[in-house]
Structure formats: C-alpha cells, structure tokens
C-alpha cells in the first residue's frame, strides 16, 4: 500500500522538562501516534485518499511518547505521550488531536479557549480531553467485575436520540419478523429495476436471466438493474404473486411498492445518488444475495456503478436492538433483536440458511437451517483488556453469536432419522419453513444450537417465492452439478437443496470482494464491524432526511442541549440545565431527536416508564435458563414469537399515537400529498397507517435520519438562534448575563422538552 508524509508545522507548545519517572522507556519512532494523527487530520481536511496510508513528518517539538509494563501483564505496555505544559500526559492520538489540530491550524502556543490548561486543571484527568459521556456498555462491563455476575436491561438513558426511538425500534424489529421472508426489510441492499417493460423470466437457451415481453412473447433483452436500499416498504397487502407479475392493487405504486435510493459508494465522498430515488412494484426486486444468479451471463463493464458499490459492504456486521446485558466475570453477553449481515436483516423468530462447517468438502451445498430464537454479542476476556475502551491498550474480545433449534434437509446428517409430522412442524417452525415440508432435527431438541455470525448464508424463503424466481427446470439443472461434485443422500429432495443452496455462491464470491475492496475492515479480520447501518452504507440521507454524520443542523449547541434535557429527565441537573431547558422549550426548540420525531401521547394500556425490555415480555417467552449445555448446542434463552406478533400494528394502541402526532409521515414512513400524483390525491384515504419500523440502531454518534425540513416547518423562525443565545448566556461567567426576552409560544404537539419542562 502506498504511503504520503503529511509536513507538520514548526508550531509547538511543547515542555522538554516534561518527562516520566523511573520505569517509562521512550517509544522512537512513535508510529501509532505519527500514523493516527495523520490518519484524522487528513480525513477532517479533505485529503484523504483510498488506498494510501498517511504518516506525520514528525510530533510537535518537545512531544515524545513513552511506555511502561503493566505490573500485573507485562506483555501489556501502556503508552503515553508526554510534554504538554501543564505537565499532564495525553493517553491517546485521538485525546491529543484536536490540540494537535489548533496549533497547526492557528499557529499559536496558546490552547483553544474553551480548552485552557487552567480549564483542564480543574476539570482533572488527561489535558484538553473534554469530559465525556459515560459509555453504557463500559458502565455495565464495570459492575460486572464489581459484582461478579450481572443481569440487566441495557439503557442509553443520557443518550437523547437512544431515548427518541425506542418505541419506534421495537415495533420496527417485531414487525420485520412477523412479515413474510421474501419481502424486502428496511435498510436491506437489494437489486431493483426503474422500469420493466415485461417480466424478468429466465432464457432457458442462454441460461440468462432477461426481460420477457408477454404480448409478442419474445425475450427483450437484460434488465438494467441496479443496487440500492430499501428506505420505505408497502402500505398495501402484496400476494406472493406479486413477485413475478404485479397483481391488482387499491393504490398507487407510491404505496403499494418499495421505496429504493441508490446506494452510493460507502467509501466515497459523493453521496448525491442516493436522491434519485424509485418506487417501485416487488416484481422489480430481487434479493441481493442472488446477485451471482441475476448478473453472472452480463459483463461487469455493464454493471451499474450501485452493483459494485454494494458488493463493498457484503462482509458487514451491525447489532440492532440491544436490550439486555447479562455475564459472569470474565464473559459477558450483549442480547439483541436483530442485526444485518452484508445486504441483509435478520431478526429473532427468522429461519436462516447456515453456509457448510469450514471443514466441509463442498462449501456450495446447504441443507442446514437455524430457527434464530436468540441473537447476542459475545465479549470474552474482560479482565486481560483496559479500562479505557478509547486508548491503545488491549481489547476485550468480541464476537456476533446466534442460538436457535437446527434443523437439516439430509437424512445422513439427522440427529434423528423420522422427519418432523405435520403437526410438529406447525407447532414449532416458523411458517416459511412449514412451506417446505421436510425437515429432520439436527441436534437433540433439549438442547439450543450455537453458531457464529460468520455461518450466516441468508434468510429462508417461502418455497412458492424460491420457484417464481428460480424455476424448476433450473432447480433441477442446479441439482444435477451438485450431485455431479458429490453423491447426495438419495432421500434429498433435488428442489428443496437447490432452494437452499441458492445463493451460496454469491454470497462466498462477494465476501472475498468486499474484503478486498473495503479498506475500513481491519487488517487480519474478514468483516466491517460497525454501530449502526447508517455507518456501514455511509449515506448522507434517507428518505430526504440528513443522517446525523451529515446533518449540518446538529452541531455542538444543540448536542449539548440534548444533553442537558437528558439530565433534567434523570433527575440529575443542575439549576442551570433546567433554566435552560425551560427557556428552549419555550422557544419551541426541536430536541425531539435525530428522526425529528416528537415524543408521542402514552396510547391506552401503556403505562409510565415503559420500554424497550419492558414492552418485549408482551411479545416473547422466556424460555430455560441460559447457561450452556456441553457440544455444539446451548440452552441459552427461547424466545418465540407468540401470535399475535403477525397481527397489524395499525389496529394497536400505538396506531392512535401515531395517527394523533402524525409521526409516520415525519418518520417518511408514510408520504406527503406532494409525493403523490394529484388524481391519486383526491380520491386516496386520508388516514393511511404504515407499519412503524426504524432502520437504523441508535448509538451516538450515529447515523440517524433527521429532517431539516421537518424542523424548519416545526418551530418559528429564530428559534435555533434564540436558544443557542441563551446557551452562550449560560456559559458565560454569571456576572455578565442578561435576561432572556424569550417569550413562550403555544405549542401544539408535545416534544420531549415539553415533557422535561413538565
């Protein structure tokens, strides 16, 4: 890989006299710091290029960094960086930055304002490390050493965009779960087509798939396909028609199909393709997991730009969902309801096809089918990795796991050799599998089966779906070759392992293309782990709105009031925190959270306090206890989704809080008169209800949708400006303030800061 030296500037503040005691030995050259700080300066200042790694010249004049054995590891060695004035040290290249980022922009030895030695002395700790956030998972992972053993719900209390969506997030994760596999789920890549003068159908004489014109009956030649994601989905039933030929509908296709926006390239700055977005009809969608199946006969000249940028995030990992931390010193599990791996959302409740052990001769042959009942993040070794999460010292380790009941197409590899009745199946397998009729248990049914995230092909779907896009001639031709590479158990049916093994091959063939084009995977690992989905895609927008990365709307001021209103809803601020959240709401400040959502009416039966844990119980079972039984299975938690989880959400308590606050429409789950055609308009039900999903996990800093548009419409002019005049009012020193002329306006809805005013 290339390297550039970025030339740092004579600008120095540095102490020589600065030094550690006895024990410190000095670290010459100091490549994580010359290489880190490189890495950020030009990445904050537009110099950035892929493929090339960026070095400092040197540190600033009289900064050296030292290191030290720890006493108890001494394979361990913390380091340090030491010179700065104050004669405290900085203990990472990121708490050092925005110092290092003043003097080579400002040229001066004096610390940016709001950072003085003076500031920091009183403040304690590192120098010019703002003070920071407490990091829930940090929390929970120190009370479990405190307390040996630990069973908690996972909260970002302090967190205002965590707070604002909680609702939301859990109704989006059960809903996703109770629809059928072969609809396509927010945030998931797919591949689509604008226009279709046809039906995609395959040419069983090229072996192509190519659009078919029904009236003259003659092939019209290559779907222009593209890769994009799904930001909305139908308001309107679909049959499983629907996913050849569009069958009739009651509206338009503005809500009757998919909202799909380009994905842009994730590891570019230009992200202005994702606003030619498309609605359009599921037979114009294909899962992006048969990628190889759709493109494979087309050259990859004439792909579209969207296929390759999306081949780039195939080997991808984000967790979704977090509810419950649970451990026993040293290990820990972080339970979740659903995560996305590469172009796809897997929720608890799905049935997933599992890729061969490694060891497997033939890595294309899938019979193996998990139903998930728990999802969780597996951190090991907590007591060799620091306490400090942000410095270089060593990390815990980390790893995505999923339990369920297994099951197998191959009577050679049953646990038991009668097949699952009729009645079994109904009681204990979702409906996609039922479809199916026929499966063996792979494992005794007392116990729970444990895989790796790694192991994950994609989700099952419905067998009708499997023969609409893969017909039964190519189901048969797909069996013949794999049994011409290995003799198959003849009791295997020939469609239900091409079905199951669909995909493979695409999945196997983007990975390695996204390991080897996506350079924010690490070295020495295989996938991008990232917080949230909005972070893996790298989009700016969706459904018009900002994601927070891009908002130019959510700048300091406003995060600190967040912070502030968070505070005063914990019971834990100051009189100053109040006076301010006071004022803000009385400006009609929007804090309402990073999708613009307002906090929405308790509807009926919900009581004070509700959450995310608490609202699961009506939804899930608990099942045996969680410790783990011995080989491959475990009896770690069994969570089922109960019936009335497919029921639609509309007809629910909350359909009334989202009808009353008009939530969907801000959320972009449900569209504006302008988005649809004006003969549509006048004769289309004026309470149209959606279903409430969110896309993406609510981590900050994260990428979140929120709508400038939205907020301008919500609150007077001024009113931004008002509120951040009184912020600066609250940071001066008490003797210089001035009254607020603020004055309180009538409001219609209520925010969240009307809920902390109260």
């Known amino acids: ?97 925005p110092h290092f980022e ?55 209390n302090l967190n205002m965009d965590w707070r604002s969506e909680q609702k939301l997030l ?9 629809r059928r596999s072969w609809l396509p789920r927010l945030g998931e890549v797919v591949l689509f087509v604008r226009s279709l003068g046809g039906e995609i159908c395959r040419d069983d004489d090229t072996k192509q798939y190519k659009v078919f014109d029904v009236a003259n009956e003659k092939f019209i030649g290559d779907p222009p396909w593209e890769a994009g994601v ?20 009651d509206l338009n296709v503005t809500y009757s199909g998919f909202r799909v926006e380009p994905l842009p390239d994730p590891l570019g700055k230009d992200k202005r393709v994702s606003k030619q977005y498309k609605y359009v009809p599921a037979h114009h969608i294909r899962p992006f997991v048969f990628w190889h199946d759709f493109l494979n006969a087309i050259p990859g000249s004439d792909w579209h730009l969207t296929i390759k940028h999306a081949l780039t995030i195939v080997s991808s990992v984000s967790m979704l969902g977090k509810y419950r931390f649970k451990g026993v010193w040293p290990t820990a599990d972080l339970h979740c309801h659903a995560m996305y791996v590469g172009s796809e959302l897997i929720c608890v409740g799905d049935a997933i096809r599992l890729t061969p052990a490694p060891a497997a001769s033939d890595m294309d042959r899938v019979t193996d089918v ?19 999460d942000a410095d270089e010292g060593h990390p815990y380790n980390s790893t995505a796991q999923l ?63 499997m023969q609409l896009w893969f017909p039964k001639s190519q189901a048969e031709e797909s069996s013949t070759s ?16 091409s079905a199951l093994s669909q995909g493979s091959i695409s999945v196997r063939k983007g990975r390695e293309i996204s390991r080897s084009r996506d350079n924010r995977i690490l070295p020495n690992k295989a996938f991008l782990w990232t917080s949230s989905r909005g972070e893996t895609l790298d989009i700016a927008t969706m459904n018009g709105m900002s994601l927070s990365r891009y908002d130019t709307e959510r700048d300091t001021d406003q995060i600190d009031i967040w912070k502030r209103a968070t505070r005063v809803l914990e019971k834990t601020a100051g009189e100053e925190d109040k006076e301010l959240v006071q004022g803000v709401q009385a400006a009609k400040r929007d804090v309402s959270g990073p999708l613009g959502i307002a906090q929405t009416d308790k509807g009926e039966g919900e009581e004070d306090g509700e959450d995310l844990a608490g609202r699961e119980e009506s939804y899930v079972t608990a099942g045996n206890d969680e410790e783990p039984l011995n080989g491959s299975a475990d009896s770690g938690p069994s969570f089922q989704l109960q019936s009335e989880i497919v029921s639609n ?62 907020a301008d419409e919500s609150r007077p002019q001024g009113s931004m400006q008002q509120a951040k005049s009184m912020l600066a009012r609250f940071r001066a020193p008490k003797n210089d303030r001035q009254s607020s002329d603020i004055k309180s306006e009538a409001t219609s809805t209520e925010t969240i800061m009307d809920e902390v005013a109260g």
């Not at 794999?482 to 392992?497: C, G, Q, T, Y």
Request: charge should be positive; proline fraction near 8%.
């Open 1 to 97: 890989m290339p390297s550039k030296i970025i030339d740092v500037k004579s600008y120095s503040d540095g102490d020589p006299s600065h030094c550690p005691g006895a024990g410190w030995v000095a670290v010459v050259p100091p490549t994580i710091y010359l290489e880190k700080l490189a890495t950020l300066w030009v990445q904050n200042h537009g110099q950035h290029i892929n493929g090339t790694k960026f070095y400092l010249e040197r540190l600033p004049a009289s900064y050296r960094l030292f290191e030290k054995a720890r006493n108890k590891n001494p394979s361990y060695r913390d380091k340090r960086l030491f010179g700065h004035p104050s004669h405290k040290f900085f203990d990472s290249p990121n708490r050092f930055y």
């Open 102 to 156: 003043h003097l080579m922009l400002h040229g001066s030895n004096i610390p940016k304002a709001d950072t003085t030695v003076e500031d920091m002395k009183k403040r304690g700790g590192p120098p010019l490390a703002k003070k920071k956030d407490v990091d829930p998972l940090r929390a929970l992972i120190d009370k479990l050493k405190l307390h040996s053993t630990l069973s908690e719900e996972y909260r970002e």
């Open 170 to 178: 859990h109704d989006s994760v059960l809903t996703a779960a109770s």
């Open 230 to 249: 799904i930001t909305q989905i139908p308001e309107e039933m679909l049959q499983i028609q629907d996913v050849l030929a569009e069958t009739d509908k």
């Open 370 to 388: 998990l139903h998930v009942t728990t999802i969780k993040l597996h951190m090991t070794n907590l007591d060799t990795a620091g306490t400090d």
């Open 403 to 465: 339990f369920g009941k297994a099951y197998t197409i191959d009577k050679s590899r049953a646990w038991s050799a009668a097949p699952l009745t009729q009645q079994e199946m109904l009681q204990t397998l979702p409906s996609v599998m039922t479809s199916y009729h026929s499966w063996y248990p792979l494992h005794n049914p007392q116990l729970f089966f444990q895989v790796p995230f790694t192991r994950v092909l994609g989700r099952l779907y419905e067998e009708e779906a």
């Open 482 to 497: 794999i049994n011409n590479a290995k003799k198959v158990n003849e009791n295997v049916n020939p469609f239900l392992l």
């Open 649 to 710: 959400p509309s007809s629910s308590s909350q359909g009334g809080a989202w009808q009353k606050h008009d939530l969907a429409t801000r959320f972009g789950l449900k569209r504006s008169s302008a988005q649809l055609d004006s003969s549509d308009n006048e004769n289309h039900p004026k309470k149209q209800k959606r279903y409430p999903v969110v896309v993406v996990p609510l981590k900050s800093p994260s990428l979140e949708p929120r709508s400038k548009r939205d």
